[in-house]
């Protein structure tokens, strides 16, 4: 039997939202310093989850979002051909959960690609509170939005992209959020394993590691195992006729 998760109470949390050097990218963004005390008391506790451990099963019964405090996840679906889809990546700063407030039960799978933490926000106080404060309100929208386009884009991605473009267009991607949370956008590592940026983009894992191979030829990054170094910006937004959203 899999050990549980540890969950660290409020009583036990260090720091809160107000503290939070995330919550630019999070639910308190654009909050006054008294509304951002209010969301404080949304956090119900800490979850660390392992790399490999998952948060949730397509199928569980949806109570809460979780605000990814550090690390990163995956989210997946079953195919039809009973296949693990992967659906998405989320990193610190983003809320998972949202996938099962119309039916309440989650639609997806999300799994950790390395050790992690999330904030636990229970769904009800979160309605509780947003009727009070009209700009969390607005912001839980906006997240919602944000989520609603990211999944156009890739529908996008997968519609009418050759492997090239896909690829160039999830490095665009990546370090456009690694750029938000003040990391460097052109110097990271890939979480994710080759083929599950196949699995994500919809090409094969030969076919990610060919691309990879030509960017490198072509001077446009430079790639040693899950390192990237993005060489030639201009020339990746080139192969993707457009920035990537």
Wanted: proline residues 2%; charged residues 25%; glycine residues 8%.
């Amino acid at each position: 039997m899999a050990a549980t998760a540890p969950v660290i109470t409020l009583h036990a949390l260090k720091s809160s939202c107000s503290s939070c050097s995330l919550r630019e990218l999070c639910l308190p963004m654009g909050l006054t310093s008294e509304e951002v005390e209010q969301v404080d008391h949304l956090v119900a506790a800490r979850r660390r989850v392992r790399s490999g451990a998952t948060l949730y099963r397509a199928g569980d019964a949806f109570g809460s979002l979780y605000a990814v405090r550090s690390g990163f996840f995956k989210s997946m679906v079953l195919s039809d051909d009973g296949r693990d889809q992967v659906t998405g990546f989320h990193m610190a700063g983003e809320i998972l959960g949202m996938d099962g407030i119309g039916t309440e039960k989650h639609a997806c799978s999300i799994v950790a690609l390395e050790d992690s933490e999330v904030c636990i926000i229970p769904f009800p106080r979160l309605e509780e509170i947003s009727a009070k404060i009209r700009g969390l309100q607005r912001q839980f929208h906006r997240l919602m939005s944000r989520e609603i386009v990211r999944d156009q884009g890739v529908m996008l991605l997968l519609g009418s992209m050759r492997a090239e473009e896909r690829v160039a267009a999830f490095l665009l991607n990546l370090s456009q959020r690694f750029l938000a949370r003040g990391y460097s956008p052109s110097d990271f590592n890939l979480r994710m394993t080759r083929e599950e940026i196949g699995s994500y983009l919809g090409i094969k894992l030969e076919t990610v590691s060919r691309v990879f191979s030509k960017f490198q030829e072509g001077r446009l990054v430079e790639v040693k195992q899950k390192h990237i170094r993005i060489l030639d910006v201009v020339g990746l937004k080139g192969l993707t006729g457009k920035e990537a959203c």
